[in-house]
């Protein structure tokens, strides 16, 4: 081990491989050797995200396609002469095609709803850490009532209020999850706030709202984006969970959690319907964990545990 | 400590507070009208009126709100549509099914998940390690509906060892017990790992090795009970994730407990068991994260004084 090494010893990686300098490429490859849970984690997200883009290249048949007499073909893979890669559903719907057409929706899903519930929880956060006081207290009670109720439950009594439209089904997701990112941004917040910059860019004259877009919200990106890989995974499965509740996007637009719901009755004699949907789901989320793992333990160790 | 526990029950109070009008709120100013969803479809106007005038629903906001609350307070949540009884004791029928369940699951992520976390920390970078890493990060990704499917073809369908649906034994409660367990089990085994991990780097612990303690004292007695603060949190978190994770668990194995009955109750807009189930939900997350922050007091003598 080199005196650079040691003298750094404890250090997030990232900074660790600052300090031991080089071209920025050779600090991301020596990042992404120490961590290869972001390259898995990332590429299984990439090439899920790949295939569903691809879907109308990549897919075999059109998916939402029915035939009475292909239906429960078992999958090709394994060796039979079905014609389907991986097997049809009991409709004679291709199921490599509809796992493919399926990741669009979900991950196009998952990703707006990240992305909508990172918008409204790190202004909450921000507004919660910085003006403190009774806009903070107010701000944290209403968290304290999102958490009391099980996110499902309130997601399926909202949507069956309100119907399964896809703006429903977003809005949903996001009012699930924003309390996690605005607790996050919340407790960065107040340590940041406290730190010289910020003194420093007051006595410059800066308003509050310049020193928390240019200076307090830069320095609290690393946990947002630790939170959002992770809970990218948290809406996948949330989602997907809705979908097999009968209460996601309805038929025939396929759905990982749809097709999974929908192969439950053939399970002794087409095990393939709901297997295939299901892993494509739990890769989806594997990969969305391993990413979140190893961006925390580049970009900010002390979330371990979160 | 005085003061901090009638902060922390007054906190509690609120919390419960702003249940109650999140579950007002959403059977009350949302769209649905409950009167013409009691009604036959050829009901008169004037009918639907006259229903609506019994529900008090011509009333302004705040009244309907303090008629609801009081009703509450005095446990009248009003008759179930579907079931024509109470849903007071619609509900309370179904409490013991999943009671059993959840008591059974979290008992897996206790004795399971946190021993399986110390001794992972314990044989850091043996195959041990590694392997509930790997198990924990399947455990994590697996959708607990998918799982549960798998877990019915497996030991259900294919080998006929467990069955597969209903409650009527012990033996029922086998796979819907473990399929419940999976995400939060790992998710402990996940962060006592890491907190055991984290404190037996500590000075005090070489202190109490080069003292001459065997290696079983430090860790079970300086180790896991400086490690137990962060797994104390989570687990009092989990009695959530439990609830909402019952709702799907029980759909998959039509186990009659809460969460079925919220899904159920949910399609058949059976507003007054939904109003029930989301505010015991609720309250029973609320108390028991009363009693783990009451419990920190005991294990972190430095948090009564904070």
Do not use: C
């Amino acid at each position: 081990m080199t005196a650079a090494e040691t003298s750094v010893e404890g250090a997030p990686v990232a900074q660790r491989a600052l300090v031991r300098g080089g071209s920025w490429r050779q600090v991301l490859g020596r990042s992404l050797r120490r961590n290869p849970t972001i390259v898995i984690g990332g590429g299984l997200l990439l090439l899920l995200v790949l295939s569903a883009v691809l879907a109308p290249v990549l897919a075999p048949a059109n998916p939402t396609q029915a035939g009475f007499s292909t239906r429960v073909r078992p999958p090709s893979i394994l060796g039979t002469s079905s014609g389907f890669v991986l097997g049809s559903d009991n409709l004679g719907r291709d199921i490599l095609s509809r796992v493919l057409y399926g990741g669009q929706l979900s991950l196009s899903l998952a990703a707006a709803s990240v992305v909508l519930s990172g918008i409204i929880g790190v202004a909450a956060g921000l507004v919660s850490g910085y003006v403190g006081g009774r806009v903070d207290d107010a701000i944290m009670r209403i968290v304290d009532v999102q958490l009391a109720f099980p996110v499902i439950l309130l997601a399926i009594a909202v949507v069956a209020v309100i119907g399964t439209s896809t703006t429903a089904l977003i809005g949903v997701l996001a009012l699930s999850g924003w309390v996690i990112y605005a607790r996050t941004v919340r407790a960065n917040v107040l340590s940041v706030k406290e730190q010289e910059y910020v003194g420093a860019a007051r006595a410059l004259g800066a308003g509050d709202v310049r020193i928390v877009l240019l200076h307090v919200l830069p320095n609290t990106m690393a946990p947002i984006i630790v939170v959002a890989t992770v809970q990218l995974a948290t809406m996948l499965l949330l989602e997907s969970g809705l979908s097999f509740l009968g209460l996601g996007i309805q038929p025939p637009t396929p759905s990982w959690g749809r097709m999974l719901a929908e192969g439950r009755d053939y399970l002794s004699n087409a095990w393939w319907i709901s297997t295939v949907p299901g892993i494509a789901i739990s890769l989806a989320v594997l990969g969305a964990n391993l990413l979140g793992d190893g961006l925390r333990d580049v970009l900010d160790p002390n979330l371990r545990g979160m | 400590m005085r003061s901090y526990v009638l902060r922390r029950v007054l906190h509690s109070l609120l919390t419960l507070f702003g249940v109650s009008l999140v579950v007002f709120g959403i059977l009350r100013v949302l769209p649905g009208d409950p009167a013409k969803m009691m009604l036959p479809d050829n009901a008169s106007a004037a009918q639907v009126e006259e229903l609506r005038r019994q529900f008090g629903l011509l009333e302004p906001l705040h009244v309907q709100y303090v008629a609801f609350l009081s009703s509450i307070v005095r446990g009248d949540f009003g008759q179930s549509f579907q079931f024509r009884a109470p849903a007071r004791s619609v509900v309370g029928e179904r409490i013991w099914p999943t009671l059993h369940l959840a008591l059974a699951a979290f008992s897996l992520t206790v004795l399971l998940g946190v021993p399986a976390g110390i001794l992972a920390a314990t044989r850091h970078r043996t195959m041990f390690d590694y392997g509930s890493i790997f198990l924990a990060a399947l455990g994590q990704s697996l959708p607990n509906f998918w799982l549960g499917i798998m877990l019915i073809l497996l030991f259900g369908v294919t080998l006929g060892w467990l069955p597969t649906s209903g409650y009527q034994g012990p033996a029922y409660l086998v796979l819907p017990a473990v399929t419940l367990a999976a995400y939060p089990m790992a998710l402990v085994a996940r962060l006592t790992r890491s907190s055991m991990l984290e404190v037996l780097g500590r000075e005090y612990i070489r202190t109490a090795r080069s003292k001459g303690l065997a290696e079983r004292t430090v860790v079970m007695l300086h180790g896991v009970k400086n490690a137990s603060i962060p797994v104390v949190t989570i687990l009092g978190l989990q009695i959530g994730v439990l609830l909402g994770g019952a709702v799907i668990t029980e759909s998959v194995f039509a186990w009659p407990g809460i969460g079925k009955l919220a899904v159920d109750s949910i399609f058949q807009r059976d507003f007054p068991v939904i109003q029930v189930v989301l505010i015991l939900a609720a309250a029973v997350f609320i108390v028991i994260n009363l009693i783990v922050d009451l419990l920190y007091t005991v294990l972190d003598p430095r948090i009564r004084y904070s």
